[in-house]
């Protein structure tokens, strides 16, 4: 069998593209789901219904055109990693393996990168307290902390009954998504169009034409974290979209395989290592065709819709909350300021609000955490030959330990959700330097029949610069250092 050598590695083998599908809004909305509802149903609940929120209340709007940079530059590096994965069918975090200096540089890179941003159980803790405040007819107090943690643990374990069933995992998540996004997305268009006052309008819109403005006595860590969650949550957040766009069949992905759901789903036989078609003209068609399917998904329902759900809450935290969005109580705190504002209903409505977009995010989170884990340690000879080429024991088996682990922290009560996450999303834009400069290295490996243009390369490398300027100073103020 013919194969190419793609950097260091295992040789890809040559195969054909797969057929893309016709440009029609049918076949375009059957083939979408990893950008433009997965991505966008997490990207909701990680940053832009808490983390967004955190920040503006604390600075108000100015800082808006923050949010809008981030997506759009991060709308640019997913291309370019889906780019790979069309090409290859594998993911860019096991396509980075391929990188000097070698899968023992990059494996851990990724392992780390993947723990520190995505393994905390933040969304479910904080869904939870949407529940709890309805059960209790106020935001939790300190000596209610049990109740939150009881609906956590149920929250967080109904996620991982969802992450576990189907013929695959990708099919079961896009499903919950397809459903609450758009419900979500709906609502969020009707309480802007009511409830959002004039004056924040305007606060808004001077912040997004205020690009590089910086409030005096700014919160790095808290912008920081705002920005490091924008779109879909940046980094190894966004990687995943070629894992889940490898598990639907998307390009070379359906000769690799996907990971197979343990309640309702078969064994099979997983490829560790991806294809490559011949710069033919049927195949550079077929390819093209894949990446018009990538441009529209990510272009549209993730940059529009990541722009509606980021700045909807942030809008409505700047209207009705007045006290630092912090501890267990953050999603509910809207909730009591619409209240207060003689909203009628406002208690419930965004009580449940809050609950829908919170849980789905724990759910793809977790799916996120695990897929790409056991992806990259799939791709050595020796965990596969350890597992008898059997990859839904190492990926359900880490599903356990990472639920279990999720379970601890609740109980302990050790961190509180918007800590955790806010520890996340700064280690997020770390991620987020290391996935560009990573797909700005593969993108040179690939054949130049199927090389980006080189505006694309260079809006990479403002990227990584963006995000970098980002992290810098908020590794900065962890140690108190004032610029």
Known sequence: METKELGRGIPLQVEDMPESPRWTIPNTFKWMGPAGFI??????????FLL????????????????WVAILLQSIQNTEMCRYTILTGEPIT?????????????????????ISQVMWPGWAAAGATCL??????????????????????????????????????????????????????????????????????????????????????????VFGAAVGYAGLGGGYFNSAITNWYRDKGVGMGSKVGFIPGIIGGKKLIF???????????????????????VNIEMYLPYFVFGMIGMLIPSMLYSAYVTKPVSGWAAPALLAEGMSNAGISGAWYLVLIMGLLILFPTQVGVSDMFVRQ?????????????????????????????????????????????????TIAANLALFGTIMTGLGTFFLNRL???????????QVALLIGVVFFGFFFVMSFLAVFGIRV
């Open 39 to 48: 991505a966008i149903g997490v990207g909701i609940g990680s940053g832009e």
């Open 52 to 67: 967004a929120p955190a920040a503006v209340v604390k600075f108000s709007m100015i800082i808006a055109w923050g949010f």
């Open 94 to 114: 096991v396509g980075m393996m391929r990188l000097w200096p070698g899968r023992g540089f990059w494996l851990p890179i990724n392992i780390f990168n993947c």
């Open 132 to 221: 709890a405040a309805w059960q209790l007819g106020h935001i939790p107090k300190a000596g209610e902390v049990n109740v939150v943690a009881i609906w956590a643990i149920i929250t967080f374990f109904v996620a991982y009954v969802i992450m576990i069933s189907g013929e695959s995992p990708v099919k079961s998540v896009i499903e919950v998504f397809f459903k609450v996004t758009t419900l979500v997305l709906v609502g969020l268009l009707i309480v802007m169009a009511i409830f959002i006052p004039s004056r924040v309008w305007s606060d808004t819109l001077t912040g997004l034409v205020s690009v590089g403005y910086i409030p005096k006595g700014m919160d790095w860590l």
């Open 271 to 293: 490829s560790s290592v991806g294809k490559i078609p011949q710069a033919t003209p049927a195949n550079l068609g077929n390819f093209k065709g894949w990446m018009r399917l």
């Open 373 to 421: 884990i056991v992806d990259n340690l799939w791709y050595w000879p020796g965990v596969r030959k350890f597992f008898k080429e059997e990859i839904r024991i190492a990926h359900y088996g880490l599903v356990f330990i990472l639920w279990a682990f999720g379970i601890y922290i609740i109980l302990s009560r050790a961190m509180a959700p918007i800590m955790m996450l």
């Open 446 to 456: 690939l054949p130049k029949e199927f090389k980006p243009r080189p505006w694309k």
